[in-house]
């Protein structure tokens, strides 16, 4: 059975399910809607139009009763609307159909329709009822995201494109810098070796200056190329077994006491965990008190899915105004005299870390020095022990 109310406006409103709708209950119901909602006869003429299509449209009821809702169509949406209408016409309903409708100002406004047959009593479609909802904000919020979507895509590909750059930069900078390099210690050398007898204290002096200089240079070289390697993107993903990687970085040290605390694995690739602790460990090592070897401690720890790795020292600490800035690129405190080196170490823990979106940060150590920290994922549940 079909329930059929009769609007206010003279109009036979189909309900489903099948109750029956006090007709006058309806009209309030329409009345009240935020949305537009009107009807039009077999011609397309308007026969009703509520509060909601008054303030959509800016038009009153009066003026747009038995008005054709052509008027309604934009040009460009004309043809389709005619064939939602045509649906709707042949018993359909279309729902949310997304379309713009014209103000009778001229201004578009974008719609949601929905479009119902009206039925009379007999079940024969009498005419249309819409209803059209304002969907303004939502399609200003699409653009919005669409633009945003855009800039963010052309940032990326802007991006990638310098990482590139920069990486194809260091690592060829860094090779063909090494060549020059070996030719002119090469034959300093040779100068040295070959006419030391003709050389005074003064000239030896000079060619031992060269000679530095170029092994200082060389060292510089190597550590660019080192943190070029890690400025790829990606990290290659493993289950690192970090003790393993800590013990070989320790080896790699000549001097100094190192304790191995139990360390937890990470998920990263070896070679950057390796540069990591051989880093730390190596300059927690170096920057001891000028009375003692240094104490060093590697522990580890997890922290909320993250592994927290620590190195602590008994050295000579790092005053708190300088904590950030020595993770810089060739930022150094000390002159080359008192502490060798580059300034490229904490550049490439940084570097490393951050690809792994760790974080890498130092703290006053309870053993006296500092303690430096970083972070790296922990494996994924299943692959700690792989
Ligand atoms: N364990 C440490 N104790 C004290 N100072 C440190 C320590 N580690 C790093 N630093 C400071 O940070 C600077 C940068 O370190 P790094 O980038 O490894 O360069 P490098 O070791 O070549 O000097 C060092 O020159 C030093 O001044
Ligand atoms: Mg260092």
Not at 110 to 126: A, E, I, K
Not at 213 to 236: C, H, K, Q, T
Request: charged share 25%; with cysteine.
């Amino acid at each position: 059975m079909k329930v059929v109310a009769t609007s206010t406006l003279g109009q036979h409103l189909v309900a489903t399910p099948e109750i029956l709708i006090d007709p006058g209950l309806m009209a309030q119901i329409v009345a009240a809607s935020a949305d537009a909602i009107f009807s039009e006869d077999l011609d397309g003429r308007i026969t009703s139009w509520n509060a909601g299509a008054e303030r959509l449209y800016g038009r009153s009821a009066e003026d747009m009763l038995g008005c054709s809702t052509i008027a309604l169509l934009p040009d460009e949406t004309a043809l389709q609307l005619q064939g939602v209408h045509a649906a709707a016409l042949s018993g359909q309903r279309v729902e949310r159909f997304d379309t713009w409708h014209l103000r009778p100002d001229g201004g578009h406004v974008p719609v949601s329709l929905t479009v119902s047959p009206l039925l009379n009593s007999d079940g024969r479609v009498v005419g249309l009822a819409t209803s059209a909802k304002d969907v303004t904000e939502r399609v200003q919020h699409t653009a919005e995201l669409a633009d945003v979507h855009r800039t963010l895509e052309k940032q990326y590909v802007a991006l990638g494109r310098s990482n590139r750059d920069l990486e194809q930069f260091a690592y060829v900078a860094s090779h063909d810098l090494a060549e020059p390099l070996r030719v002119m210690t090469g034959f300093v050398q040779l100068l040295e070796k070959r006419y030391a007898d003709a050389l005074d204290e003064r000239g030896s002096r000079y060619i031992f200056h060269v000679v530095d200089g170029a092994a200082r240079m060389r060292v510089l070289i190597d550590d660019l190329l080192e943190y070029s390697r890690f400025l790829r993107s990606e990290p290659g993903l493993e289950v690192v077994d970090t003790n393993a990687v800590a013990l070989r970085a320790v080896a790699s040290e000549a001097a100094g006491e190192v304790e191995i605390g139990d360390l937890p694995p990470v998920w990263c690739d070896e070679a950057a965990v390796f540069a990591v602790l051989q880093n730390l460990i190596s300059n927690a090592v170096k920057f001891h008190r000028p009375e003692a070897p240094s104490r060093v401690k590697v522990s580890g720890e997890v922290v909320g899915g993250i592994v927290h790795l620590y190195v602590d020292d008994d050295g000579i600490g790092i005053e708190p105004e300088y904590r950030e800035r020595i993770f810089g690129m060739f930022s150094r405190l000390h002159v080359r005299e008192a502490y060798a080196g580059t300034g490229i170490g904490l550049a490439i823990v940084q570097q490393v870390v951050e690809r792994s979106e760790g974080r890498a940060w130092v703290e006053e150590s309870e053993l006296g020095g500092s303690r430096f920290c970083v972070t790296l994922p922990a494996p994924p549940a299943g692959r700690a022990a792989a």
